[in-house]
């Protein structure tokens, strides 16, 4: 007869995740048992007797969390991708005593006394390679967590992790609901002037679906961007910009105090642990190092980009006055996308709705799997009945050519109202070295794409298309992965390397030979004209200072917030925000612009992206850089393809970043190749 523990099943990882069996009802007593066990195993290897060598001491700790890391890490993707309020209260329930639990472990003086111990003993000395690496990262990130600490420090410590994850969790919460709070219902269908086809018949099948007349938007992407680009009533699109605006601002799920008090705890911690500021906290083991030089490296692209955007935004106010007459007012910032949009026609006689025909889901993705065969000489296969969170999920199976299975993994594509917004991907089981070969991977990942609408199958817009095969490289460097230490492996890389496998996937986006591959007709097959794929290459860099201008304005938000805010002379982060991202903004912002209140990025996790989102333009740096091997050898290149497989995908963090990425080039980063690519050079 089974155990209650065996009928639960959050209990014990398992590669078939029971989805379908998964409740509410089973986390808190699941997490509960689990932060006992883990207890027990963390004070015996404290408390080891006999000599201390790697299997026991390091070995151990690696394995120490590993049952509780899979069922939080369960429990937190269901509560992104198919919450309800039992769920959310579960989680909630569990999520201060699991952060402690974390908190707990470099804080423990006994194994911290341990891993010292074992650090000078000639087991230890002996180490090479990526053990060798791992004795190194477990003793600085033990003494940047804590460790040395005297008690009352340490108090403190486990007490500001557990308020920021509950403030952090709270925070994306209020996201989620704010967000799903808002609908704009349109009756007049005079007032859809402009709108794409398939964003009317979305938004008329949203009503269909909540039994409303007329047609619904909401501030899914799907719905924002299309009235945003191309929705002629200009009243309606600053109705739609300035909900979205003040997201997660207002009461009954109003952020800014919550903002206000993360940014003083980070604040708090980073002194605490004898650091100037939380940057350089979180900084210190990634490939900048410290918030300073992450700055710098923002200036640096701002100065070179700048110009441009200036330049930009000036010829788009004259274009709209030479449509409208000189009287035409200066552009507000609901204006900007829609003007936009109809100056790239003008220039390139390109409409970027005149790709999603070309881009139905299920041959982007068929095609995407096909270049992972003929980069990396993998077979992807569907594997139909696994249990899954809700009936528009996928799961696939990917192996090498000699059978061996290298992992598994789940898509889910389409809005829903218990999903949260986004796109991203995750690493549910990590495997490792197994007597029979290596233990496969396990991930996910998820989007909120343009659904199907009108008996047609889900066409994209290419930055859709972009969007899959970004978060599909984040899947490869899990499901490559060959490192023998767990926290190591993967996607555990530092935050500004860990896009470089993911972005520079969006490059075969913008190749002929890789979208004949999937860009394919929906209806004849035929593939993207010749005339139109020109378009679209000469489009490809139009208002690019603009889109790297957003960019850098949010990592310069994110990094002077976390090394310079200071609340005693600026006590609104909102209003403080608001007057960095302005100088980044083609127009004047609303007095109320308040995004920093919905900013995930940044605070929906105790970490997160806190001081490190200018890793996307530190990685853009490297994936425009090492691309450019790619298309020197050929963009289908399996040579150049294993490469970067061995050199980068399948390492994790077992060597330096930078020490891999000069493996794969034979030299370091130039940043000429970004420019070059965004047209800027």
Not at 550 to 573: C, I, K, N, W
Not at 635 to 660: C, Q, V, W, Y
Request: proline share 6%; net charge negative; charged share 25%.
């Amino acid at each position: 007869m089974p155990s209650p523990d065996d009928a639960n099943p959050l209990i014990g990882p398992q590669f078939r995740i029971p989805f379908d069996r998964i409740h509410a009802t089973h986390v808190r007593p699941a997490i509960a048992k689990l932060l006992a066990d883990g207890r027990r195993r963390l004070e015996a290897l404290a408390n080891g007797t006999g000599e201390r060598c790697y299997e026991n001491t390091l070995e151990v700790l690696d394995e120490l969390a590993e049952p509780l890391d899979y069922a939080m890490g369960v429990v937190r993707h269901l509560e992104s991708v198919a919450t309800y309020a039992d769920l959310r209260t579960a989680l909630n329930a569990v999520q201060p005593e699991t952060s402690a639990f974390y908190s707990g472990i470099p804080l423990h003086a006994g194994l911290w006394a341990a891993l010292q111990s074992y650090a000078a003993t000639p087991d230890a000395a002996r180490l090479t390679g990526e053990r060798r690496r791992f004795l190194v990262k477990t003793l600085e990130n033990f003494r940047r967590h804590g460790a040395n600490l005297d008690p009352a420090g340490k108090k403190r410590l486990e007490e500001i992790d557990v308020e920021l994850t509950e403030l952090t969790t709270k925070f994306a919460e209020n996201v989620l609901d704010s967000t799903n709070a808002f609908e704009l219902v349109i009756t007049d269908e005079r007032q859809l002037a402009g709108l794409p086809p398939i964003a009317v018949a979305s938004a008329r099948e949203s009503a269909v679906h909540k039994h409303l007349e007329g047609w619904r938007f909401t501030l899914q992407a799907p719905d924002y961007f299309a009235a945003m680009t191309y929705l002629d009533d200009a009243a309606i699109r600053q109705t739609i910009y300035q909900a979205h605006s003040v997201r997660a601002a207002a009461e009954p799920w109003d952020n800014r105090e919550h903002v206000s008090r993360i940014l003083v705890l980070r604040r708090e911690k980073a002194e605490l642990l004898g650091f100037p500021n939380f940057a350089d906290l979180v900084l210190e083991d990634r490939m900048a190092h410290t918030g300073r030089r992450a700055l710098e490296f923002l200036e640096d692209l701002k100065s070179k980009t700048e110009w441009r955007f200036r330049e930009e935004n000036r010829e788009l106010l004259e274009f709209r006055r030479a449509l409208e007459g000189p009287a035409a007012p200066e552009l507000a910032p609901w204006d900007v996308a829609y003007y936009a949009e109809k100056q790239r026609a003008a220039l390139y006689a390109f409409d970027e709705e005149t790709l999603r025909p070309y881009f139905p889901l299920e041959r982007v993705v068929a095609g995407l799997f096909e270049l992972a065969n003929l980069l990396y000489d993998v077979r992807i296969t569907e594997q139909p009945g696994v249990p899954a969170w809700d009936s528009e999920v996928r799961y696939y199976h990917i192996h090498d050519p000699d059978g061996r299975l290298l992992g598994g993994f789940y898509t889910d594509w389409y809005p829903r109202d218990n999903k949260r917004g986004g796109a991203w991907m995750e690493g549910l089981i990590t495997g490792g070295p197994a007597p029979d070969g290596f233990r496969p991977h396990l991930g996910l990942i998820c989007g909120n794409l343009t659904p199907p609408v009108g008996g047609r199958p889900a066409l994209l817009t290419h930055r859709e298309v972009e969007t899959i095969f970004h978060e599909f490289g984040h899947l490869l460097h899990h499901l490559f992965s060959r490192v023998e230490v767990r926290s190591l492996a993967g996607t555990n890389v530092a935050w500004d390397f860990v896009e470089l496998p993911s972005q520079i996937m969006e490059n075969w986006c913008w190749e002929r030979e890789a979208l004949n591959l999937f860009a394919r007709h929906w209806e004849t097959g035929a593939p993207v004209p010749e005339e139109l794929f020109q378009k679209m290459k000469r489009a490809r860099t139009f208002r690019a200072a603009n889109a790297q201008m957003r960019q850098l304005g949010f990592g310069f938000v994110d990094l002077l917030l976390h090394t310079r805010y200071a609340p005693e002379s600026d006590p609104d982060p909102v209003e403080y925000t608001r007057r960095i991202l302005q100088e980044f903004s083609p127009a004047p912002l609303p007095r109320d612009h308040a995004m920093i209140a919905a900013f995930t990025h940044l605070f929906g996790s105790p970490v997160g992206y806190g001081a490190g989102y200018y890793s996307y333009k530190w990685a853009e740096v490297l994936d425009a850089d090492a691309f450019t091997r790619f298309r020197d050898g050929g963009i289908f290149s399996r040579a150049t393809g294993g490469a970067f497989r061995f050199h980068i995908l399948s390492k994790g963090d077992s060597e330096d970043p930078a020490e891999l990425y000069r493996q794969f080039m034979g030299r370091d980063p130039d940043p000429t190749a970004l420019l070059v690519r965004s047209g800027l050079a």
